[in-house]
């Protein structure tokens, strides 16, 4: 498990990359499989809203040929979160964080928590193998099963070299 402390400074390396990782993948997830996620996990953890979910406008940038000068393809709505889990040995607790496209509060909140939830040491490895992986094996299913129906629409030209016609 990555070494997160609870300040939520998770420093550089391999924490920072770890936290990126399931962060993304949460956000990335349907709202109806984090949902489930949620109604499955027991013993539900205790926490505070530090920030109410709430929907916005962000501006999304974009480059030129990939790698020309930034400039504004337009705005997308973004929902943002942040909660406190209660850690139960009396301290602050461990804050959670969450930006989801679109507008579900509920998805924000849920994977605020489960990011919390992931800080910590004692629940770390049961968060990851019952709600991380699953939900990431799901997106790449998607990936592949789009990736297939794509490759299926592909055409290969070529051209055939025409000898001269013998007259």
Known sequence: MPDLNRSNDAGTGLA?????????????????????????????PAYELLRRPEAG??????RAGGSGQRFNAGEMTV?????????????????????????????????AVF?????LPDRHD?????????????QQAR?????????ATRVDFFTMVRGEDPK
């Open 143 to 151: 990936r592949d099963d789009a990736g297939r129906k794509a490759a």
């Open 16 to 44: 920072t990359a770890a936290r990126r990782d399931w962060m993304a993948v949460l956000a990335k997830a349907g709202a109806d499989e984090v949902a489930a996620a949620w109604d499955a996990l027991d013993p539900k």
């Open 115 to 119: 990011d919390a939830l992931l800080q």
């Open 57 to 62: 406008l962000m501006m999304v940038q974009a």
């Open 126 to 138: 049961a968060i990851t193998g019952a709600v991380v992986a699953p939900l990431r094996a799901a």
């Open 79 to 111: 929902t943002r979160c942040a909660v406190r889990c209660a850690t139960g040995d009396g301290d602050r607790g461990v804050t959670g964080f969450s930006w989801i496209a679109g507008r579900s509060r509920r998805h924000a909140e849920i994977a």
